[in-house]
């Protein structure tokens, strides 16, 4: 089964300051199958480590996440997410709800350390 990873477990993983970095290493040992990149992850994941980090990290990230042969990255398809979005009435972001969508058209486990993500995505 593919895999959708949040960018919250990214970040986790590519940052070893993080309070979650051990948490994502393990959760990155434990996966089978491909993954499943979306593009607004890999925007939001590249600007964070940008951000927080600089620009060769995000730089590695992408190289890392292109070379890979069990990841593919996917053009998210706006107006698919957009009616998704308005049909929900979940408190949370475009992004996120983007990642239901997409995990759940493509039956996708979506991986997450979002706690409220996560009890939205258990509970569909």
């Known amino acids: 089964m593919a895999q959708i990873i949040d960018s919250s477990v990214w970040l986790s993983n590519f940052i070893s300051s993080d309070t979650n970095h051990n948490k994502a290493v393990e959760q990155f040992k434990k996966l089978k199958g491909n993954i499943i990149l979306p593009y607004c992850v890999l925007?939001?994941?590249?600007t964070v480590?940008?951000?927080k980090r600089s620009?060769?990290?995000a730089d590695k990230f992408i190289m890392i996440v292109n070379a890979s042969?069990?990841?593919e990255i996917i053009d998210d398809s706006f107006e698919e997410e957009q009616?998704?979005?308005?049909?929900h009435n979940f408190p949370i972001s475009f992004t996120d709800s983007a990642l239901l969508f997409l995990a759940k058209k493509n039956k996708a486990t979506l991986i997450t350390f979002d706690k409220?993500?996560?009890k939205i995505y258990k509970s569909l």
Do not use: A, G, R
């Open 55 to 57: 620009k060769i990290h």
């Open 69 to 71: 042969n069990n990841i």
């Open 49 to 51: 480590l940008t951000q």
């Open 43 to 46: 925007l939001e994941v590249s």
């Open 116 to 118: 409220q993500l996560n």
């Open 83 to 87: 009616d998704y979005f308005i049909s």
